[in-house]
């Protein structure tokens, strides 16, 4: 059975930094394209950043170019998102994702179309 699991959202004033996890089990992340999604109250789910299988490659939304990080360790299967001068408008459930490896490297979820979803963690920024 395939799980994502995430953790380290929580509460931070703007200007701050988080760090995400997403822990798998179940499949091997060399062998998936994988990706952080989010989604905030009354608007869709969007893209934040991606990264190829074979790990060469990342995508980010111009919204956190520069700020946010993504990566991940193949071997403890742990996605990362490394989060910092945060914004109010960053606040949103962050979800990690992992699609099949020939699938589109896009941030949009659809067209990502990922195999599996983590639950999701709350992030939520405080002006």
């Known amino acids: 059975e395939v799980q994502l699991v995430e953790s380290g959202g929580g509460l931070v004033q703007a200007g701050g930094s988080l760090n995400l996890s997403c822990s798998v089990s179940?499949?091997?992340?060399?062998?998936?394209?994988e990706g952080w999604f989010r989604q905030a109250p009354g608007k869709e789910r969007e893209g934040v950043a991606i990264?190829?299988?074979?790990?060469?490659?990342?995508r980010y939304a111009d919204s956190v170019n520069g700020r946010f990080t993504i990566s991940r360790d193949d071997a403890k299967r742990m996605l990362y998102l490394h989060m910092t001068s945060l914004k109010p408008e960053d606040t949103a459930m962050y979800y990690c994702?992992?699609?099949?490896?020939?699938?589109?490297?896009?941030?949009?979820?659809?067209?990502?179309?990922?195999?599996?979803w983590g639950q999701g963690t709350q992030v939520t920024v405080s002006s």
């Open positions: 994702a992992a699609a099949d490896y020939d699938e589109p490297m896009n941030l949009d979820p659809a067209r990502f179309n990922a195999k599996y």
């Open positions: 179940g499949l091997a992340l060399d062998d998936y394209n």
């Open positions: 990264i190829y299988f074979v790990g060469n490659y990342k």
